[in-house]
């Protein structure tokens, strides 16, 4: 079976390295940054089964992100995660699924809980994970 491709953007590193090994462990080839510009650039470069995005973000939030993605592939699946902000996180999940994001999951969130996600988000993980 191939590896799924997932790409996680969160401008937390511990969260995105954290991530990154969960789904690592789960069979996934990952690519992972801090950066929403450059997640933007593999998007455009490259094939991924999954993008997982932060929703709150210094340079470009996660609804920009999301939007920018869906008009470069109307077709990527689109996790976004959110631990709140200003607002409730619940806010932030809401307006990421009106803008187009597959599936949210609210952080803290745990490995169980994130491999369910990614295989709702139609994602074939090995070892049936």
């Known amino acids: 079976m191939v590896k799924p491709r997932i790409l996680i953007v969160d401008d937390e590193p511990t969260v995105c390295g954290i991530t990154q090994l969960l789904l690592e462990d789960?069979?996934?080839?990952?690519?992972?940054?801090?950066?929403?510009?450059?997640?933007?650039?593999?998007?455009?470069?490259?094939?991924?089964d999954l993008l997982i995005t932060d929703m709150i973000m210094p340079d470009m939030d996660g609804v920009e992100l999301i939007n920018s993605?869906?008009?470069?592939?109307?077709?990527?699946r689109i996790m976004a995660v959110s631990?709140?902000?200003?607002?409730?996180?619940?806010?932030?999940?809401?307006?990421?699924?009106?803008?187009?994001?597959?599936?949210?999951l609210?952080?803290?969130?745990?490995?169980?809980?994130?491999?369910?996600?990614?295989?709702?988000?139609?994602?074939a993980l090995p070892g049936g994970n």
């Open 83 to 104: 631990g709140g902000g200003h607002a409730p996180r619940e806010s932030y999940l809401r307006i990421a699924s009106m803008y187009g994001a597959n599936r949210v």
């Open 69 to 76: 993605v869906r008009r470069a592939k109307p077709g990527q």
């Open 26 to 48: 789960a069979g996934c080839e990952v690519v992972c940054t801090t950066d929403a510009m450059r997640a933007l650039g593999e998007i455009e470069q490259g094939e991924f």
């Open 106 to 123: 609210a952080k803290p969130f745990n490995r169980t809980e994130l491999l369910k996600a990614v295989v709702e988000c139609g994602v």
